[in-house]
């Protein structure tokens, strides 16, 4: 029998892993998820978007001016007398003076004066329009744009600690694999020297067939257990690469693989529940959704007031009638004032307010909704908090029973004083030991991780 057998074990789950790889720690995989993030991105372009909107509508505040041009091109010219007629009609009054220059040089003239030519027009227009009263619209659809920016960041700092705190979960369940692995090939191999000795005994006629059986179940089923938690632990690596935009094929080697020097003191956790109100972006958001709504409770009020705005206009054509009739360009311009007064649309515009009121309504109830909510989900966190603290400090005492027992039975067992199977339940009660202690000091990690996420805590400002 080996002596040694409780030390190789401890040896083997205590043991570094040697690795060529550098050692990523919890924040270097922080930086890069937020590096590589893609949703990130599409979040910071809803800001500039929003930002370009935020200026585009400042500039509703001052004058639009617009230029407009156009030809046409027509068959014929116009002739305002029929030169044919009013010819005879000379030709039957005047008789043969008709016929003299000074008559025929009169007609040419009449002539020149009654044809238009109108077979290339053009048009030409600059126009100026500045806003004067437009019922408040232009100035409550800037509010509605700032607080659309301030909307797009919010949401941009909730996808951030969304992302932060998933990178933060993933990265202590990978060590909490890490650890059932080391504890699950551990007991494999111990489970495995076991059946060697019971081979051995066997052989020498100090123990049954049915002994060395009850040791080959044991270890198939931690053989088992070994390619479960092995697949486990291959998942949540790639999970952790995929969040941290590195190839899924790259085996992550972790700086906190090692639980081996854990805190293990028990404490009561209390918190502020106005920091958690205050720090929550899904508050924020829904409290700038709900100004947003109010604010288009306005606009829907400015549909239905009156609008002043100054105009004014230059137009240049040719042909052009300002001085006579002339085939050249000329042009003038105007200054006006424009009033719209809405007198029918009383009766559909109240009815399009009311349904913005609901609208702030609704938003207002959700985030009511959201607090009580929240509030639920801090104090649920606050007790997982202190329950796992509790589970730690009774899982190292439970390990240390553990320990010894196991260290007894192999004593027992290389005496001949313990029987194969009382060794399997002391070999069982370690792993299972050991197995609730990793559990609770991933517990710890994870609980106080959904603690901070509860509370809104910004990680990035925490590092």
């Known amino acids: 029998m080996r002596k040694c057998v409780l030390c190789g074990v401890l040896l083997l789950l205590f043991g570094k892993m040697v690795s060529a790889q550098q050692a990523l720690s919890l924040q270097e995989c922080r930086d890069l998820a937020v590096k590589n993030n ?8 809803k800001i500039r978007m929003a930002d370009y909107e935020k200026k585009a509508a400042l500039t509703k505040y001052f004058p639009q001016i617009s230029a ?7 068959q014929k010219a116009l002739n305002l007398l029929d030169m044919g007629q009013l010819s005879s009609s000379l030709a039957s009054s005047l008789g043969g003076l008709a016929q003299l220059p000074v008559v025929q040089q009169t007609v040419g003239a009449i002539n020149d004066l009654q ?5 290339n027009v053009w048009v ?8 004067v009263f437009m019922g408040g619209k232009i100035v409550t659809y800037n509010q509605i744009t700032a607080y659309a920016k301030e909307l797009a960041m919010s949401m941009n700092d909730q996808k951030l600690q969304d992302l932060l705190y998933k990178t933060d979960e993933t990265y202590w369940q990978v060590v909490s694999l890490v650890n059932k692995k080391k504890l699950a090939d551990a007991y494999v191999e111990l489970l495995r020297k076991t059946d060697e000795d019971m081979a051995a005994l066997i052989t020498e006629g100090v123990a049954t067939q049915a002994d060395g059986l009850s040791v080959k179940v044991k270890l198939n089923e931690a053989e088992m257990a070994q390619t479960k938690v092995n697949n486990g632990l291959a998942l949540s690596r790639m999970l952790l690469a995929q969040l941290c935009g590195l190839p899924l094929t790259d085996t992550l080697t972790l700086a906190d693989e090692q639980l081996d020097n854990f805190p293990v003191e028990e404490r009561t956790t209390s918190v502020d529940m106005n920091q958690a109100f205050m720090n929550r972006n899904e508050l924020k958001s829904l409290d700038l959704a709900s100004k947003i709504y109010k604010k288009k409770e306005r606009i829907v009020l400015a549909d239905l007031l009156p609008t002043v705005a100054f105009s004014a206009n230059y137009f240049v ?3 052009n009638l300002f001085n006579g009739y002339k085939n050249d360009f000329a042009g003038m311009f105007n200054l006006g004032v424009i009033v719209r007064v809405p007198i029918t649309a009383w009766w559909e515009g109240s009815y399009k307010r009311n349904a913005a009121r609901a609208e702030t309504r609704i938003r207002q109830l959700e985030w009511e909704d959201a607090r009580e909510k929240i509030e639920l989900q801090v104090n649920q966190s606050v007790y997982k908090v202190n329950e796992a603290s509790k589970k730690l400090a009774a899982s190292n005492r439970n390990m240390e029973n553990a320990e010894e027992n196991l260290r007894s039975a192999n ?3 290389e005496e001949g004083v313990i029987p194969a199977l009382n060794l399997m339940a002391a070999q069982t009660a370690w792993f299972s030991a050991r197995s609730t202690l990793i559990d609770a000091q991933i517990d710890m990690k994870l609980t106080q991780v959904y603690l901070n996420k509860a509370l809104g805590v910004d990680l990035q400002e925490n590092k």
């Open 38 to 45: 893609k949703e990130l991105r599409i979040a910071e372009e």
């Open 317 to 319: 054509t040719n042909p």
């Open 68 to 74: 407009n041009g156009a030809y046409m091109w027509n």
């Open 124 to 131: 030409g227009n600059v126009a100026l329009v500045q806003p």
């Open 411 to 413: 004593l027992g067992f």
């Open 115 to 119: 044809h238009l030519d109108i077979q």
